[in-house]
């Protein structure tokens, strides 16, 4: 089944210790992201990656870290966490074409709370 | 960057009424313009997207707009039900921006028997 998934799904955790969110996908999509959503702001984008070893940032990259080794993984690193960062997390991908953009596939969410 | 609004922040509509929510964005380069359904505790799923270079999209019940002159875009449902109950987020990209998805604050819809 075409899916991307991501662990832990809940996770609470205490200021300033480092956490890693995993996200992984099976459909050989070359791009990948990770959102935040927040009530009254939406979702918005912290970092992204073209394709392997390529990425860059988004919108809210403060406090936030990112590798892509290989191209099935993007996992989301918090070195610090503190309490603004509690939030509902999504990765997503979609293959990347680069005269048009094509259908993001959503992650089931990971839902962070830094006490 | 882009800023993408989006109204009304909640709808109510008796079921079989259609239900429309707008959108507004400000780069005139966003060229893919997607609308996700979120339902309570799931992740958004593509309901349906639309192109610069088209007009109108439709898909049974749901229908998306866009002009281009005035850097706006519509959802359109018809006949609603139950469960069209959501928050629906519309979102603008370009291949420029790196696909970022800038999405709108969402419309809570809530579609009452």
């Known amino acids: 089944e075409a899916q991307v998934t991501q662990n832990p799904r809940y996770l609470i955790t205490v200021t300033g210790k480092k956490l890693t969110v995993t996200c992984s996908q099976n459909m050989n999509h070359e791009y990948m992201s990770w959102y935040r959503q927040d009530p009254g702001l939406g979702l918005r984008q912290i970092y992204y990656s073209m394709n392997v070893e390529v990425t860059d940032k988004g919108d809210v990259p403060e406090g936030y870290k990112v590798s892509r080794k290989e191209k099935r993984n993007f996992p989301l690193i918090l070195e610090s966490p503190s309490p603004n960062q509690t939030s509902l997390y999504f990765c997503?991908?979609?293959?990347?074409?680069?005269?048009?953009?094509?259908?993001?596939?959503f992650g089931p969410g990971t839902r962070l709370t830094v006490t | 960057g882009e800023n993408v609004e989006q109204h009304p922040s909640t709808l109510s509509v008796q079921e079989g009424d259609s239900a429309v929510i707008k959108c507004t964005y400000s780069?005139?380069?966003?060229?893919?313009f997607p609308w996700y359904k979120q339902e309570l505790g799931k992740r958004p799923q593509l309901i349906i997207d639309i192109r610069s270079n088209v007009g109108e999209k439709k898909d049974q019940r749901i229908a998306v707009t866009l002009n281009k002159t005035a850097k706006h875009f519509s959802l359109h449902i018809t006949e609603t039900q139950p469960e069209d109950s959501a928050v629906y987020f519309c979102a603008a990209s370009r291949v420029a921006s790196g696909y970022a998805l800038n999405f709108g604050k969402g419309t809570s819809l809530l579609v009452t028997p």
């Open positions: 780069d005139s380069a966003s060229n893919y």
């Open positions: 997503a991908s979609s293959f990347y074409r680069t005269v048009d953009v094509d259908e993001q596939y």
